[in-house]
């Protein structure tokens, strides 16, 4: 059974900056798609980055492009979300997610219904 787990999260000052990991175990990442998504209190699930198997691909929503590069490491089994800039309105828990049912896509999903693994999150906070 796969697992996913997120670490790095925490509270910053505004400005500062986090790196959030999800570390894969019980299956490897290298030929799927990857996520970060965030939920803050009282929002809904909301898409921040996605990159393909290889890298060659990512996506970053609006609202952090500029500040948030993610990344991944397959011979590790490890993806990345480093986020700069940090701002109050980046709170929020962080989730991993993984699309196991595809392979070697071009392009990763960036929609959370098309992921099928998800990790239990890590709280970022960020202070004003």
């Known amino acids: 059974q796969a697992q996913l787990v997120e670490s790095g999260g925490g509270l910053v000052q505004a400005g500062g900056s986090l790196r959030l990991s999800c570390a894969a175990s019980?299956?490897?990442?290298?030929?799927?798609?990857m996520g970060w998504f965030r939920q803050a209190p009282g929002k809904e699930r909301e898409f921040v980055a996605a990159?393909?198997?290889?890298?060659?691909?990512?996506y970053a929503a609006d609202s952090v492009k500029g500040r948030f590069t993610i990344s991944r490491l397959n011979t590790k089994n490890t993806m990345y979300l480093q986020m700069n800039s940090l701002k109050p309105e980046d709170t929020a828990v962080y989730y991993c997610?993984?699309?196991?049912?595809?392979?070697?896509?071009?392009?990763?999903?960036?929609?959370?219904?098309?992921?099928?693994?998800w990790g239990r999150g890590t709280q970022v906070t960020v202070s004003s």
């Open positions: 997610a993984a699309d196991f049912a595809s392979q070697m896509d071009d392009y990763p999903p960036v929609v959370s219904g098309e992921y099928d693994y």
């Open positions: 019980g299956r490897t990442l290298s030929r799927h798609s």
């Open positions: 990159i393909n198997w290889s890298g060659s691909s990512t």
